[in-house]
């Protein structure tokens, strides 16, 4: 620690120098960045620390504001985006007003970027330190801003993690509307069969969540529903959707629901059974769904008529038109899950060769056999050998995989498709003890618990052959012993190239991010390198997103299993509840300010302002005279500062980001 | 791979809260390089600085500026026409100063655009590598009124 005397002006500054592990401290001389900030003008202490997020880091800061009396802190770490609110946090709790804090970012814009540099990196975390003590200088302390919470969540998707999260906040007392774009309830989940590890079947498991779903007063359901506009803030949100129509009234007897479908002569696509099967223009997935009420595929439908025939008009409307609808929502809590990766045409004989198929497709071609099959059939073909493929669109390498025309390459784990391959070769012996199972993988990734779902696998005599990373196998014709024929080098046999022929081929493939749809544009959500929506933080916040007032649960954010799923989702949904139960939320009061006593009222600013009632000119009594002066609405201000600019009195400025503090930034930097 | 680091000119980064700045952030997290003589500022949107902001980092030190928008995807209504009709009446002041105005470069990068964004900071650090420093002397800055009392 070094101390030094304090300025005149009574400022007392305090920084504190991150090691991050050795994140930091491998690359930056932090010793050195901690003598020369102690150098800084009104810098009182200076001092470093291995984890300056760890609780004794914090106690130390807080130890210093109170015994050596700081009115200013700056803390050269991570990313802000990690730990500004944490040490605002640590700074409130020392007693100083929470903006009277600055934040160094030492360790993405410097010792990761710079680590083969580091006597430029010392003198860059300097420089970065010596900015933040230049601007901390001209903070002031600030008040948040206190806004009334609307006491409804907006839930964007009805897939398992919708599901969960609206149940859990209506069972908190919790208004919801539950937006699903899909005309039906349930996601990807309602695909499934038997779930690992312990095979519960998939809609019988979610059947009382959809109930609940469906009987809450507290929950609105709209269903071909989609998000078209976002207004407001944090706690204030103004939703704006847009309702595809049913064209059925319901529910109907579960007669009249098998003659229409008998009826219909138009048919499309099963998307429930991913393609394999068709279904009728008008339908329902499967028995027990939620909505229980068929949907009228416009697009396939040729309005014959014949359902209005049997149903009778009332509850039959072809004309029915879109709709829009608007919901006003404290929070919103995206729900967007994934989408199973198909592989493009002749991925591993994918689309081209009889015989290769999904395993989310074999998990609807397992589920429609009858439960006392006695054989495995696929498309009329008995199958006696099954190959799966794993890691078939995850954990891609550059230079391996390829990633154009088809898509770009996704280097992440879609992390259940190890497990899922294990439980669907289980079932296969289980089920038809004749058939042999070959598992090709690169590694076997059922982590914790799910290694039992690997040593099943194992007991039931399935064949494990490892590929290699930079190798992958190929699936071709067979030579008449069987349909099909995977080479593959196997490295647990010392990288032998084995010849397994096979009548059937399922394709373990990855995990895609979900269409989240335009609210991602609107709300303006991080989307990370992946794709999928991103967190603030991994381990701190890892239900929030850094837009606030939202938050992720499910696949949306990353891969997951089903049991994860719902716990991601109950944690979004206990983090909204935190917002929704409250009367009032504090926002940051980082919006414009204006300084009345150089304001000349020439409104100039009101001009550029882009917000209705953000920024007006008001008539107030000054010195006497009725004078127009700018007036800032700090709830309608988004801070964006485009009133700043073209102040010719600087009189107007955002908290916490003025040009003065800038300016400072830049003499920092440039010294 | 990083431009060769020029530590006789320096490289000023703004980025917004929103989008580049956690761009820049995902370029740590890639540990990707870039050189060591730019730095990075965070403001709500650089809409917020005027042309006084820009001479100023010339004179006290900067020779290349990057402003990194949010690009059309700005959250800000009308924000992104704004900042390029400010960066258009730049170029001409830069223009009447005789200062390079490829010394300002505005760019979109979002909160991924890692490759764009080393790409950016690269091509200003070669464009400087051949037109050099700012010549700090030349470049007029108009008084303001005194800043506010911190």
Redesign the interface.
């Known amino acids: 620690m070094t101390d030094s005397k304090a300025s005149p002006r009574d400022?007392r500054i305090g920084v504190y120098i991150c090691h991050c592990g050795g994140n930091i401290s491998d690359v930056v001389d932090c010793p050195k960045v901690v003598e020369a900030a102690a150098g800084f003008d009104d810098v009182v202490v200076s001092r470093e620390h291995s984890f300056m997020c760890s609780d004794p880091a914090q106690e130390m800061i807080i130890e210093d504001i109170r015994k050596q009396g700081l009115n200013r802190v700056v803390i050269a770490s991570c990313?802000?985006?990690l730990h500004e609110l944490t040490f605002r946090r640590t700074v409130e709790r020392g007693g100083l007003n929470p903006f009277l804090y600055e934040h160094a970012?030492i360790?993405?814009?410097v010792s990761?970027?710079?680590?083969?540099?580091p006597e430029?990196?010392t003198?860059?975390a300097i420089?970065?330190v010596r900015?933040a003590v230049g601007k901390v200088?001209?903070?002031?302390a600030e008040e948040r801003i206190g806004v009334e919470v609307l006491k409804r969540a907006l839930v964007v998707g009805g897939g398992l993690a919708g599901l969960r999260a609206a149940k859990s906040l209506a069972d908190q007392g919790i208004e919801v509307t539950l937006v699903e774009a899909s005309p039906f309830l349930g996601g990807h989940t309602a695909q499934l069969e038997h779930l690992f590890p312990h095979a519960d079947q998939a809609r019988e498991l979610m059947a009382p969540l959809l109930r609940g779903v469906a009987d809450s007063s507290r929950i609105e359901v709209l269903t071909r529903a989609k998000v078209v506009g976002v207004e407001g803030y944090f706690g204030n949100f103004q939703v704006e959707l847009e309702v595809q129509p049913r064209h059925i009234r319901g529910p109907l007897p579960a007669d009249k629901l098998a003659q229409i479908t008998e009826a219909c002569p138009k048919s499309a696509p099963s998307e429930f059974d991913y393609g394999l099967r068709e279904r009728k223009a008008i339908y329902m997935p499967y028995p027990g769904c939620v909505p229980e009420v068929p949907a009228v595929d416009m697009q396939s439908c040729s309005r014959c008529g014949k359902c209005e025939e049997i149903l009778g008009a009332d509850a039959v409307d072809f004309d029915e038109q879109a709709r829009r609808v608007k919901v006003d929502a404290g929070c919103v809590l995206m729900a967007t899950g994934f989408k199973p990766y198909e592989p493009y045409k002749g991925e591993l004989g994918y689309g081209e060769l009889e015989g290769v198929v999904t395993l989310a497709q074999f998990i609807r071609i397992l589920g429609a056999l009858p439960k006392d099959a006695g054989e495995l059939e696929v498309g009329g073909r008995k199958i006696q050998s099954v190959a799966l493929i794993h890691c078939v669109g995850s954990r891609e390498i550059d230079g391996v995989h390829d990633p154009s025309p088809h898509r770009p390459l996704r280097t992440y784990c879609s992390r259940v498709c190890c497990s899922a391959s294990l439980h669907a070769a289980s079932e296969i012996r289980e089920r038809f003890p004749g058939v042999n199972v070959f598992e090709l993988y690169r590694d076997i990734r059922s982590y914790g618990f799910y290694e039992e779902v690997f040593e099943r696998a194992s007991r039931n005599r399935v064949v494990f052959l490892k590929y290699s990373d930079y190798e992958i196998p190929v699936v071709k014709a067979g030579n008449g012993e069987a349909a099909l024929s995977v080479v593959v080098n196997d490295q647990l046999t010392g990288g032998k190239a084995v010849d397994v022929p096979v009548d059937l081929v399922v394709l373990a493939s990855a995990m895609e991010p979900g269409d989240a749809g335009e609210i991602v544009?609107l709300m303006?959500l991080?989307?990370?390198?992946d794709g999928f929506l991103?967190e603030v933080h991994p381990k701190l916040r890892p239900v929030e997103l850094?837009v606030e007032g939202v938050m992720v649960a499910g696949t949306a954010q990353a891969p997951m299993s089903t049991d994860e799923t719902s716990a991601a989702a109950c944690a979004a949904a206990a983090k909204a509840a935190r917002i929704l139960t409250r009367d009032e939320i504090p926002l940051d009061p980082?919006v414009a300010r204006v300084?009345l006593s150089?304001c000349q009222g020439e409104g100039l600013c009101v001009a550029?302002c882009?917000?209705d009632g953000a920024l007006q000119l008001e008539e107030i009594e000054q010195d006497g005279e009725k004078v127009k002066r700018a007036s800032v609405n700090a709830v309608l201000c988004?801070?964006?500062?485009?009133c700043?600019?073209?102040c010719p009195?600087?009189a107007i400025d955002?908290v916490g980001?003025?040009?003065?503090q800038?300016?400072r930034?830049?003499?920092g930097?440039?010294a | 791979m990083s431009a060769a680091s020029t530590p006789e000119t320096r490289i000023l980064l703004i980025t917004t809260a929103d989008s580049s700045y956690p761009g820049a952030d995902t370029v740590g997290q890639m540990h990707l390089g870039y050189p060591t003589n730019s730095s990075v500022i965070r403001v709500p949107d650089p809409v917020m600085l005027p042309e006084r902001f820009y001479l100023y980092c010339f004179k006290k030190g900067f020779d290349g500026i990057v402003v990194m928008s949010s690009g059309a995807e700005c959250p800000y209504e009308g924000s992104y026409e704004r900042l390029a009709k400010r960066l258009d009446r730049l170029t001409g002041v830069l223009k009447e100063q005789g200062i390079d105005f490829r010394r300002v470069k505005l760019c979109a990068i979002c909160t991924v655009c890692a490759a764009s964004f080393v790409r950016e900071v690269n091509q200003m650090a070669q464009l400087l590598d051949e037109i050099g420093p700012v010549d700090r002397d030349a470049v007029v800055l108009e008084e303001e009124p005194a800043a506010r009392a911190g």
């Open positions: 400022l990313s802000p985006s970012n360790r993405e814009q990761w970027v710079h680590g083969s540099r430029e990196a003198a860059k420089r970065l900015a200088r001209l903070l002031t544009g303006k991080p989307i990370g390198s991103l850094a980082f300084d150089r550029q882009g917000y988004k801070g964006c500062g485009a700043v600019a073209v009195h600087r955002i980001c003025t040009l003065d800038l300016y930034q830049v003499d930097l440039c």
